[in-house]
Every structure is written in C-alpha cells, then in structure tokens.
C-alpha cells in the first residue's frame, strides 16, 4: 500500500498545483481544458462554468482522457484536491502539461454553476 501512494503522491510530480488565485488565471485562458474529475452526481450539484465531468474512479477514466488535446494543458480539480491529484498524474504521466487545483472545489471562491 505505501508503494502504490508513494508512486501517485511522490515527491517529483510532474504537474503543478494552484491555489485558487493561480487557477483562476490559469482557467481564464480559453485555451486550457478545464476537467472535474468527480463523480456525475457532485458535478451536477455543483461545478465550474466550462468544465468537462471525466469522473476519476470511473474505471475507463485513463482512455476518456485521452479525447483531451495532448496540445491544450489541462487543469484539473475535485471535492477537495485528492482525487485531482490522481488524475493530474495520469494524465501528466500520458504527456499533458496539468494543473491541478491545490484545495479542490469545496474551497474555491470562483464562480460555479449546477
């Protein structure tokens, strides 16, 4: 088990997590695809305008990802930063320059909509 959460939340992440202010910014380029890698059911409660819903526990999460443009970077988040982290590995270890919303949606003071 420590192998396996070693290899997800190593030291050397090959992403970059953002407090708020900086993935606000980050997000504002129209350019960059915007991912809420939660369930279907937390993303229709509540998610950031222009969010794509790829749900990270979803046992296909690794080749729906692979729709996104390998161009764009990719900012993701979640309920609260750790499944994002997950999906910012997967998605950095396939080639994507990710972003990753350091505190997840619960303490983002941005806009949302349902």
Same mark, same amino acid.
């Given at each position: 088990?420590?192998?396996?959460?070693?290899?997800?939340?190593?030291?050397?992440? @090959?992403?970059?997590?953002? /407090?708020?202010?900086?993935?606000?910014k980050?997000? %504002?380029?129209?350019?960059?695809?915007? &991912?809420? #890698?939660?369930?279907?059911?937390?993303?229709?409660?509540?998610?950031?305008?222009?969010?794509l @819903?790829?749900?990270?526990? /979803?046992?296909?999460?690794?080749?729906?990802?692979? %729709?996104?443009?390998?161009?764009?970077? &990719?900012? #993701?988040?979640?309920?609260?930063?750790?499944?994002?982290?997950?999906?910012?590995?997967?998605?950095?270890?396939?080639?994507?320059?990710?972003?990753?919303?350091?505190?997840?949606?619960?303490?983002?003071?941005?806009?949302?909509?349902?």
């Amino acid at each position: 088990m420590v192998s396996f959460l070693s290899s997800l939340f190593g030291s050397r992440e @090959n992403f970059i997590s953002q /407090n708020n202010a900086d993935f606000a910014k980050t997000i %504002s380029d129209k350019n960059v695809q915007l &991912v809420d #890698v939660r369930t279907p059911e937390e993303f229709s409660e509540s998610h950031i305008p222009g969010a794509l @819903n790829i749900d990270v526990k /979803n046992q296909n999460f690794s080749v729906k990802v692979d %729709s996104l443009d390998k161009e764009r970077a &990719v900012a #993701v988040y979640c309920r609260s930063g750790a499944r994002s982290k997950v999906a910012a590995k997967i998605l950095s270890d396939k080639g994507y320059k990710v972003y990753n919303l350091a505190n997840g949606i619960m303490n983002w003071d941005g806009p949302t909509e349902k």
